[in-house]
Nanobody, 118 residues
């Protein structure tokens, strides 16, 4: 059973920083992608950043230069360092892991709230 547990959300003032963590337990494919999505109230869930098991990263345009995704393969943990936070970054942030073998496998965390407000 694959489980993802996020932590690190909270309330921060504009311009502040937060680091999200997502620990993945269970058996997953050795070639995989770990991703962060976010969903604000009344909006769709959007991709924020992703990183492959080879370390290739991609980012949404809105967070480039402010957010950094990284991973520790030994710990099966993915991180999202968020700097220069803006009120529009307020959302529930979800961790996701994706891999394919004979089928596509995808699992989600429960989400962690990030609120950017003065």
């Amino acid at each position: 059973q694959v489980q993802l547990v996020e932590s690190g959300g909270g309330l921060v003032q504009p311009g502040g920083s937060l680091r999200l963590s997502c620990a993945v337990s269970g058996s997953i494919g050795s070639t995989n992608a770990m991703r962060w999505f976010r969903q604000a109230p009344g909006k769709q869930r959007d991709l924020v950043a992703g990183i492959t098991s080879d370390g290739i990263t991609n980012y949404a345009e809105s967070v480039k230069g402010r957010f950094t995704i990284s991973r520790d393969n030994a710990k099966n943990t993915v991180y999202l360092q968020m700097n220069s936070l803006k009120p529009e970054d307020t959302a529930v942030y979800y961790c996701n892991v994706l891999w394919t073998n004979y089928r596509t496998n995808q699992y989600w965390g429960q989400g962690t709230q990030v609120t950017v407000s003065s």
